[in-house]
């Protein structure tokens, strides 16, 4: 394994926007990524760098001299200009770095990499060393932008930005600072609208204390049986992430339930703790082709039995008893439903039983938060897509996985996995809560 530590001065580029792009069109978002790579490549050579790697939508290289990536930093930015078709930002650094087997690694790297994230749509932004190496060379022009406190970075780097024609100018810092304030002072406001919206909305709709009239939590149901896997364990969960998708129902997480798998209170003072109207409890018992259900609704203030119901199905049908389990919970708290409703309610991610196997699996090891059992629940995810290749949530278990990254990676690797994963989700499936929620995660 060779390894060389030298100063290098470190490029990063990354297109503007285009995780918005992978969500919208993904065969647009891939010929921007090959346009990307025709621009770069060459302009790189040309200025005796060294193209590192892709990561995602960015691309980071290398230079011998800091003249060297400002000019070329220039020239991309001046023909992604021309082209007119997207924007990059760019961030260089000078700093001590490590090469090893066509790698780079080191603070340099960071640095050069927080730069660009901080960077104005067409901009190049470069560090005060980057910046104090070409100051006395007339051909370039730089304007301080301000002092930031990077990620992972102890003290305050001071940014510049480069000057030159075809490249945009970012704020200076009055008006960086002008901006923060106007948006600090924005976002105070918008606090007191919300705060103020719930409170007339609180005042007008219930007393202070009272549930939501249509508010429901599920309780853990009893396993029957030695028989078990991860549809058992998983039915529960997929019946209540189907309610949460009607607007008239207040639907509480299983994690706020789950402690009451034996519970020895009553079930109106459950739901007086976890601030519903409504439980619905019951038993699965599984075989190894059928699976059967009995589930039920109780009035938490009465503690009596508003609607029971016993299901035999056959385990192919899993995603049919979902549904109906679903639909009639909500049919029993009187929940009107909207067609767009009563759409995403039956809606299925994949008709593969076992596909859905492998996912539950998938998620019962990642919900467990260990580096050993990650990697089980990535094992597990990749068998339902090579089962269905179109699973979207596969795709957003796999994401989860790398932002929380337990795999050894560094967070400048792990992060663009996780991305493209989730891209590949919404491309699926541009609606898909779970995804944009991991998207949201990465953010």
């Known amino acids: 394994m060779s390894q060389t530590r030298q100063l290098a001065a470190i490029m990063f580029t990354d297109i503007v926007g285009y995780t918005a792009l992978m969500g919208k069109d993904e065969q647009k978002a891939f010929e921007l990524l090959d346009k990307n790579r025709q621009i770069q490549k060459p302009i790189i050579e040309q200025y005796n760098g060294k193209w590192i790697k892709e990561l ?12 060297d990536a400002v000019n070329a930093a220039i020239k991309i930015q001046q023909t992604c200009s021309t082209s007119k078709e997207f924007q990059l930002r760019i961030g260089i650094h000078l700093g001590e770095v490590v090469f090893e087997n066509d790698d780079v690694f080191g603070d340099g790297v960071n640095i050069a990499s927080r730069i660009q994230a901080v ?5 190049i932004y470069i560090s005060e060393a980057v910046h104090n190496s070409i100051s006395n060379k007339k051909e370039f022009q730089t304007k301080f932008v301000k002092g930031e406190k990077l990620k992972n970075v102890k003290e305050l780097v001071k940014i510049y930005q480069v000057i030159a024609e075809g490249v945009v100018a970012g704020h200076s810092a009055p008006i960086a600072e002008k901006i923060k304030k106007n948006r600090t002072i924005g976002f105070i406001s918008l606090i007191a609208i919300i705060l103020l919206a719930a409170i007339y909305f609180y005042t007008n709709s219930k007393k202070a204390g009272e549930p939501n009239e249509k508010s429901i939590a599920i309780l853990p149901f009893k396993i029957i049986g030695d028989y078990k896997d991860n549809i058992s364990e998983g039915l529960v969960e997929d019946i209540l992430v189907r309610l949460s998708k009607i607007k008239e129902l207040k639907v509480i997480s299983n994690k706020s339930s789950v402690r ?3 519970p020895k209170k009553s079930l109106k ?25 009995r589930a039920q609704l109780i009035d938490c203030k009465t503690q009596n039995t508003v609607w029971a119901e016993k299901y035999d199905s056959a385990i192919v049908k899993i995603f049919d008893l979902q549904t109906e389990v679903a639909l009639q919970i909500a049919n029993a708290l009187q929940a009107k439903l909207t067609p767009d409703e009563k759409k995403r309610l039956s809606k299925r991610y994949t008709d593969n039983v076992e596909a859905y196997k492998f996912y539950r699996k998938g998620r019962s090891f990642w919900d467990k938060r260990s580096k050993e059992n990650f990697d089980s629940a990535e094992a597990n995810y990749k068998l339902a897509i090579q089962l269905d290749p179109d699973y979207a949530l596969a795709y957003v278990g796999l994401a989860d996985c790398y932002t929380i990254n337990e795999q050894g990676l560094s967070q400048l690797d792990a992060i663009p996995i996780a991305r493209n994963y989730v891209n590949r989700a ?3 499936d541009s609606t898909l809560s779970e995804a944009l929620t991991t998207l949201g995660f990465i953010y």
């Open 260 to 262: 009451y798998t034996d």
């Open 269 to 293: 003072e459950i739901g007086e703790e976890i601030g519903v109207t409504s439980l619905v409890m019951g038993s699965i018992e599984q075989f190894e082709n059928r699976i059967i259900v």
């Open 119 to 123: 960077a104005n749509p067409g901009s």
């Open 426 to 428: 919404l491309s699926l």
């Open 56 to 67: 995602g939508d960015g691309v980071m290289a290398s230079f011998n001299t800091v003249s």
